[in-house]
């Protein structure tokens, strides 16, 4: 009996302690609750430090969980449930709240069956609420990142042979049903012919295998619609089953058809749809390597008279007509045949197999496109024409700079020969000039590695004030030949444009520029101004360049100008107009150079919100003799004024020009008479160390 005792009580209450269980005794008859020492040690006090109060679990519990705990044990007095099972939290005595597992019932009834007394264990079950809602933060990061990625997922189950689809998944085949059950062969059903058998094969997972397998196929949905899919399948292992097939699905179209007119835009001209310069000496490469296609006829041609479209007609009958063109050049060649637009006004085509009839033939139906190429209704009666060289490739051997060069010097001759016509490449009858601007490209490609190119600088002047108040300079290059000669930048610029360099050569420009200056830069002791070719202002990876070059160099951005001459807005509007906006996002100032020397200039300027206007040098140089000239300057500044942007005369060379600009209000001259150009390290050096500029007039007062 003794040992019956010692294991009703001190057992008991041993192994109570030992389970970290609650133990609750609730009289009915006299409301009497009594709680376990393990009890209140679950809830941090001491034996008998809680008043045994018939309502005390009630008033430990949760406001929130009271309710619920008090149902739980109505409804089993009742008879409805036939035990008390309920979770709810209660106060520790240090504040905080403890999550419990409350489970009992009626352990003893009177002789009419009425409940007389009731018991009971709570189990601290804290840490596994803790678990569960940390696991319900995943499970709903989970479920907002399937939702937000669009991926379905689907399971089929390798021992009873039945699938599963998700909301989602069925979606994604268009598939209207309201449970996830589908039929095993389904899926099979929508897979496009061409992919089904490469599809059917990687989704054949081997059992046990531990890897997931990627896949991208084609569906046709039942409306006949064809989507692109991506899948990822693995094996997923089962207790006392076959295991399952465990897969994603995404709908990838639009990425698909994204990827498509990438790969398209990089390869192709935007306004005309014909190849790009870079695709066409591919395919170029490419055609002269293989024998069987020569011998391989090089067309280039160059549209003459566009620009004086541009000027009196605007950008929009210029696209109209580079569009015609590219039309009727493609109509005009066999199936066989490329063409490109290099940029600007000037195409390139190459025909296999063509010897000098076949050029012949096609180069006059080029030139008859040409012609006919439709300019709009706004133009009666200014037309296009066309300056066509060809040379011929006979040798699997021959470079396509040489290819290209070639067609180019005889497009040369057909140009001096009066346009509107061909000319066939002969070392004999062309005058040379695109070869020795084809060497002069290579030589330009060269300096750039040799440190043959310089970078020089010139400065601009805010009239009446040293050049110190301001520090503004305008980079400028100079190629250094292999004598020792210095070339100006009108001798081999025009050269880089016409061989597709002047992109590469910007890019050049100001990635040393901003390298070895951006110190000066950053310390405020110079700002610097480059000037933007049409072929850079059409590369789409251009912001993407600056702005790494800024990062490297660390220059900050408002001491950063672009210059956009006038003949690079005329053939590559929009993208001045994108440049323009990407660079005031970035605080990087913009300035429209030469203008004035086309007919559209007032409304680039009104298109246009640039910073400062530049007023071509020609209106300049002799203002003091032309009242034309006077007049033209002077209404220029009045609007440049009037919209906000400063004005920057061009060609400033005497004392007289520079009177006259201050006496009209020109804020900024750049000239001769100001400032001859020198290396930018020595403009920077004296910037940097305060040292004064060679003695220039920046006054009227210095000379009188």
């Given at each position: 009996?003794?040992?019956?005792?010692?294991?009703?009580?001190?057992?008991?209450?041993?192994?109570?302690?030992?389970?970290?269980?609650?133990?609750?005794?609730?009289?009915?008859?006299?409301?009497?609750?009594?709680?376990?020492?393990?009890?209140?040690?679950?809830?941090?006090?001491?034996?008998?430090?809680?008043?045994?109060?018939?309502?005390?679990?009630?008033?430990?519990?949760?406001?929130?969980?009271?309710?619920?705990?008090?149902?739980?044990?109505?409804?089993?007095?009742?008879?409805?449930?036939?035990?008390?099972?309920?979770?709810?939290?209660?106060?520790?005595?240090?504040?905080?709240?403890?999550?419990?597992?409350?489970?009992?019932?009626?352990?003893?009834?009177?002789?009419?069956?009425?409940?007389?007394?009731?018991m009971g264990v709570q189990t601290d079950i804290t840490r596994q609420k803790e678990a569960e809602a940390a696991l319900e933060q995943v499970n709903i990061r989970f479920r907002l990142a399937i939702a937000a990625s669009g991926t379905g997922i689907w399971h089929h189950d390798i021992g009873t042979k039945k699938s599963y689809w998700d909301a989602r998944t069925r979606e994604i085949f268009g598939l209207i049903a309201d449970t996830d059950e589908v039929t095993a062969d389904l899926w099979h059903t929508y897979l496009h012919p061409?992919?089904?058998?490469?599809?059917?094969?990687?989704?054949?997972?081997?059992?046990?295998?531990?890897?997931?397998?990627?896949?991208?196929?084609?569906?046709?949905?039942?409306?006949?619609?064809?989507?692109?899919?991506?899948?990822?399948?693995?094996?997923?292992?089962?207790?006392?089953?076959?295991?399952?097939?465990?897969?994603?699905?995404?709908?990838?179209?639009?990425?698909?058809?994204?990827?498509?007119?990438?790969?398209?835009?990089?390869?192709?001209?935007?306004?005309?749809?014909?190849?790009?310069?870079?695709?066409?000496?591919?395919?170029?490469?490419?055609?002269?390597?293989?024998a069987g296609r020569l011998p391989l006829a090089v067309f280039y041609v160059d549209l003459d008279y566009f620009k004086a479209l541009n000027d009196y007609a605007g950008h929009a009958a210029g696209d109209l007509a580079l569009k015609s063109v590219a039309a009727g050049i493609l109509a005009s060649l066999p199936a066989s045949a490329q063409a490109a637009r290099l940029g600007g006004d000037e195409f390139a085509l190459l025909v296999p197999n063509c010897n000098d009839a076949c050029a012949e033939h096609l180069a006059r139906a080029?030139?008859?496109?040409?012609?006919?190429?439709?300019?709009?209704?706004?133009?009666?009666?200014?037309?296009?024409?066309?300056?066509?060289?060809?040379?011929?490739?006979?040798?699997?051997?021959?470079?396509?700079?040489?290819?290209?060069?070639?067609?180019?010097?005889?497009?040369?001759?057909?140009?001096?020969?009066?346009?509107?016509?061909?000319?066939?490449?002969?070392?004999?009858?062309?005058?040379?000039?695109?070869?020795?601007?084809?060497?002069?490209?290579?030589?330009?490609?060269?300096?750039?590695?040799?440190?043959?190119?310089?970078?020089?600088?010139?400065?601009?002047?805010?009239?009446?004030?040293?050049?110190?108040?301001?520090?503004?300079?305008?980079?400028?290059?100079?190629?250094?030949?292999?004598?020792?000669?210095?070339?100006?930048?009108?001798?081999?610029?025009?050269?880089?444009?016409?061989?597709?360099?002047?992109?590469?050569?910007?890019?050049?420009?100001?990635?040393?520029?901003?390298?070895?200056?951006?110190?000066?830069?950053?310390?405020?002791?110079?700002?610097?101004?480059?000037?933007?070719?049409?072929?850079?202002?059409?590369?789409?990876?251009?912001?993407?360049?600056?702005?790494?070059?800024?990062?490297?160099?660390?220059?900050?951005?408002?001491?950063?100008?672009?210059?956009?001459?006038?003949?690079?807005?005329?053939?590559?509007?929009?993208?001045?107009?994108?440049?323009?906006?990407?660079?005031?996002?970035?605080?990087?100032?913009?300035?429209?150079?030469?203008?004035?020397?086309?007919?559209?200039?007032?409304?680039?300027?009104?298109?246009?919100?640039?910073?400062?206007?530049?007023?071509?040098?020609?209106?300049?140089?002799?203002?003091?003799?032309?009242?034309?000239?006077?007049?033209?300057?002077?209404?220029?500044?009045?609007?440049?004024?009037?919209?906000?942007?400063?004005?920057?005369?061009?060609?400033?060379?005497?004392?007289?020009?520079?009177?006259?600009?201050?006496?009209?209000?020109?804020?900024?001259?750049?000239?001769?008479?100001?400032?001859?150009?020198?290396?930018?390290?020595?403009?920077?050096?004296?910037?940097?160390?305060?040292?004064?500029?060679?003695?220039?007039?920046?006054?009227?007062?210095?000379?009188?």
């Amino acid at each position: 009996m003794a040992d019956d005792d010692k294991r009703n009580g001190k057992f008991w209450a041993l192994a109570l302690d030992r389970a970290h269980l609650g133990l609750w005794d609730w009289n009915l008859s006299t409301g009497d609750c009594y709680y376990s020492p393990t009890w209140s040690k679950m809830l941090g006090y001491e034996a008998n430090e809680l008043a045994n109060t018939p309502d005390l679990w009630l008033k430990l519990t949760h406001p929130d969980d009271r309710r619920r705990a008090q149902e739980s044990g109505d409804r089993h007095i009742a008879g409805l449930v036939e035990s008390i099972e309920t979770e709810l939290r209660l106060r520790h005595k240090d504040g905080h709240w403890v999550w419990v597992l409350d489970r009992g019932g009626i352990v003893e009834r009177d002789a009419d069956g009425k409940p007389l007394r009731m018991m009971g264990v709570q189990t601290d079950i804290t840490r596994q609420k803790e678990a569960e809602a940390a696991l319900e933060q995943v499970n709903i990061r989970f479920r907002l990142a399937i939702a937000a990625s669009g991926t379905g997922i689907w399971h089929h189950d390798i021992g009873t042979k039945k699938s599963y689809w998700d909301a989602r998944t069925r979606e994604i085949f268009g598939l209207i049903a309201d449970t996830d059950e589908v039929t095993a062969d389904l899926w099979h059903t929508y897979l496009h012919p061409d992919d089904k058998e490469a599809t059917e094969r990687a989704h054949l997972i081997a059992p046990g295998s531990n890897s997931v397998v990627a896949s991208q196929y084609r569906i046709v949905l039942r409306d006949g619609q064809v989507r692109h899919l991506e899948s990822l399948v693995r094996f997923i292992a089962g207790v006392g089953s076959a295991g399952q097939i465990l897969g994603t699905v995404r709908d990838i179209t639009e990425e698909k058809t994204r990827a498509e007119e990438l790969a398209f835009a990089a390869r192709h001209d935007a306004l005309t749809g014909l190849f790009n310069r870079s695709a066409f000496d591919r395919l170029l490469a490419e055609n002269i390597a293989m024998a069987g296609r020569l011998p391989l006829a090089v067309f280039y041609v160059d549209l003459d008279y566009f620009k004086a479209l541009n000027d009196y007609a605007g950008h929009a009958a210029g696209d109209l007509a580079l569009k015609s063109v590219a039309a009727g050049i493609l109509a005009s060649l066999p199936a066989s045949a490329q063409a490109a637009r290099l940029g600007g006004d000037e195409f390139a085509l190459l025909v296999p197999n063509c010897n000098d009839a076949c050029a012949e033939h096609l180069a006059r139906a080029v030139l008859a496109a040409v012609r006919d190429a439709d300019i709009g209704t706004a133009v009666t009666s200014r037309r296009l024409a066309a300056s066509i060289g060809i040379a011929f490739v006979r040798d699997p051997n021959m470079s396509v700079a040489d290819a290209l060069a070639c067609a180019d010097d005889a497009c040369y001759a057909a140009k001096a020969g009066g346009r509107d016509r061909f000319a066939v490449f002969s070392p004999e009858t062309t005058s040379g000039a695109g070869l020795n601007a084809a060497r002069l490209a290579a030589d330009l490609v060269d300096a750039m590695e040799d440190g043959r190119l310089k970078l020089f600088g010139q400065q601009i002047h805010r009239l009446g004030q040293p050049w110190e108040d301001s520090r503004h300079v305008e980079v400028l290059a100079r190629l250094e030949a292999r004598n020792g000669k210095m070339i100006p930048p009108g001798d081999f610029m025009p050269v880089a444009e016409r061989f597709g360099l002047a992109a590469r050569l910007d890019r050049w420009i100001i990635r040393t520029a901003l390298t070895r200056h951006g110190e000066a830069m950053r310390a405020g002791a110079i700002s610097l101004d480059f000037n933007l070719s049409a072929q850079t202002l059409s590369d789409p990876q251009l912001w993407d360049f600056v702005d790494e070059a800024i990062a490297d160099g660390g220059a900050p951005a408002p001491a950063i100008g672009f210059e956009i001459t006038e003949t690079a807005a005329v053939t590559n509007f929009d993208a001045a107009a994108e440049f323009v906006r990407k660079a005031r996002q970035r605080r990087c100032r913009v300035s429209l150079d030469d203008f004035g020397a086309g007919m559209s200039s007032f409304e680039y300027l009104r298109r246009f919100p640039v910073d400062a206007i530049k007023i071509d040098g020609s209106f300049v140089e002799h203002i003091a003799e032309s009242r034309f000239d006077r007049e033209i300057v002077s209404a220029i500044t009045g609007i440049a004024r009037s919209m906000g942007a400063a004005v920057v005369a061009e060609k400033v060379e005497d004392r007289n020009a520079l009177d006259i600009l201050m006496d009209m209000g020109v804020a900024y001259g750049q000239g001769y008479f100001l400032h001859r150009p020198e290396p930018l390290e020595a403009i920077v050096a004296r910037a940097a160390s305060g040292t004064a500029s060679p003695s220039r007039p920046h006054a009227r007062s210095a000379q009188k």
